[in-house]
């Protein structure tokens, strides 16, 4: 009898191959998706067909209730809130994998484990654990239900240590006594209390790299379910899930210049004073949009650096709106996109893609720096670190050595930002006080529409 169960896993795998490799260009993206959404459903297909399910009616329920609450979200959230979404889903799939651990653990009450299919359930219930509540404490830091500072104590690094020791060390024996509800209970209670304890001492300007950490977390976990249910479609989407996070977990840190384990253990983001960067002195000049339009109208070219705060204005579509002005006037205008700009890869290009900006004026952080000392106006919109010129000059800046956008060497530099608080790093920015640039204060979208209004005037 042909196992068809096995050629439906297999086109899955292609599927979802073909959709994360989709994902890497905003032309391709909504294709990748509807080819990785495609595998899944044929992965779902193949499992009810695989198992023989007896209560159909029961998991096609769940299957639709889901896919409608999938589908509702997708709707309403925003695109600022993206990040404490990916969080919860992965804090959903960890909590997944652990519930089916504890299942298959409890359906062996009575027998001696041991083996591969008892270090897998060890894993599932571990890594699940921590990922579901990790990813909670990443979601209410990101929602502003927590802290964003780090949560610092003495020796908390030594207390997650002893707490990581007594998880493993449970683990093993959850893995080799005979059957223990207290084994059970004790190691879920350490996972749980890890993840929490783990993202706490993280400050929430570098949560999406928690989250991305999480996502190859909550892979992990359900390639051990895969393992535990002897079903090859987990195994697989579970390997991809969990490599495709700690390539891009790895990607996002060197966008940062720092290492995984400076993100995780430096308590990154106390507001610090460095000592290179000295501005007690100095004064940012602050100018009106009108004041703005006039230095326009003379420009040649212009590059738009969008950050965190137009996505927080949603002023994408604005910004697109003057960019068009512009254009008719004759100005050349690109966009600087940052790999680590906003709250997740991707993110500036999938906004501005909202406002049907062309995809070829997004221009990548090692391409438009050359241009930066040639062009008339830099737009700085929202964004803070990524331009802070003290990651190229100031060694005592905890920022130091992270890769930047050159606006400073612009003619002009235009910064619209609310106020002259310091970015998720906790250093000041000395590009504010520069003689080239201009400050703007106010709603990123507001300011936008300002200024589109005072240079059609002019």
């Known amino acids: ?65 889901g896919a409608l609450i999938g589908s509702l979200l997708a709707k309403k959230i925003e695109m600022t809130a993206m990040p404490e979404m990916v969080a919860l889903l992965n804090g959903f799939g960890g909590a997944a994998s652990a519930l089916v ?13 041991g083996g591969m299919v008892s270090i897998a359930i060890v894993l599932s219930l571990l890594i699940g654990s921590l990922t579901f509540t990790g990813s909670l404490i990443a979601f209410g830091k990101l929602q502003g239900l927590l802290s964003s500072q780090p949560v610092t104590y003495p020796a908390q690094q030594v207390v997650n240590a002893l707490i990581l020791s007594a998880g493993l060390g449970l683990g093993v024996l959850l893995a080799t006594s005979p059957f223990s509800e207290l084994y059970l209970v004790l190691l879920l209670s350490v996972a749980l209390l890890l993840g929490i304890l783990a993202v706490l001492p993280i400050g ?77 002195n100095k004064t ?42 512009l254009e008719e006037r004759g100005v050349k205008v690109s966009y600087a996109i940052h790999p680590v700009a906003g709250r997740m890869p991707g993110h500036m290009n999938v906004l501005l893609a909202e406002a049907n900006v062309p995809y070829e004026q997004l221009v990548e952080m090692d391409d438009i720096n050359p241009e930066f000392p040639e062009t008339d106006v830099a737009l700085v919109i929202g964004a803070n670190d990524v331009v802070n010129p003290s990651a190229r000059t100031d060694e005592d ?46 709603d990123a979208k507001n300011v936008l529409l300002e200024l589109v209004t005072s240079i059609k005037e002019s």
């Open 101 to 113: 651990g504890i299942s298959e653990y409890l359906s062996r009450q009575g027998e001696t484990t």
């Open 204 to 280: 929430g300007g570098d949560m999406p790299v928690v989250i991305s950490l999480l996502n190859s977390y909550s892979g992990l976990a359900a390639c051990a379910t895969g393992f535990v249910l002897g079903n090859a479609g987990l195994v697989i989407s579970g390997s991809l899930v969990g490599a495709s996070g700690l390539i891009l977990t790895k990607q996002m840190c060197e966008g940062m210049n720092r290492s995984l384990l400076n993100v995780l253990f430096s308590a990154f983001g106390k507001h610090v004073e460095s000592k290179g960067a000295d501005t007690a």
């Open 284 to 325: 940012a000049r602050s100018f009106t949009p009108e004041d703005a339009a006039i230095i326009f109208s003379n420009a040649e070219t212009c590059v738009m650096v969008p950050g965190y705060g137009l996505a927080v204005a949603q002023a994408q579509h604005a910004a697109q709106e003057l960019a068009t002005v």
């Open 397 to 442: 800046s905890p920022i130091y050595g992270m890769p930047l956008l050159d606006v400073d060497f612009a003619r002009n530099v235009f910064v619209i930002k609310r106020s002259m608080n310091p970015g998720f790093a906790g250093v000041q920015n000395p590009l504010f006080f520069n003689e080239n640039t201009m400050m703007i204060f106010g």
């Open 1 to 65: 009898m042909i196992d068809w169960s096995s050629f439906a896993y297999l086109a899955a795998a292609v599927l979802f191959i073909l959709g994360i490799k989709g994902l890497g260009s905003a032309k391709t993206a909504g294709t990748g998706n509807v080819l990785a959404a495609t595998g899944m459903l044929l992965a779902i297909v193949a499992t009810l067909y695989l198992t023989r399910v007896v209560q159909l009616e029961l998991i096609l329920g769940g299957i639709v209730i």
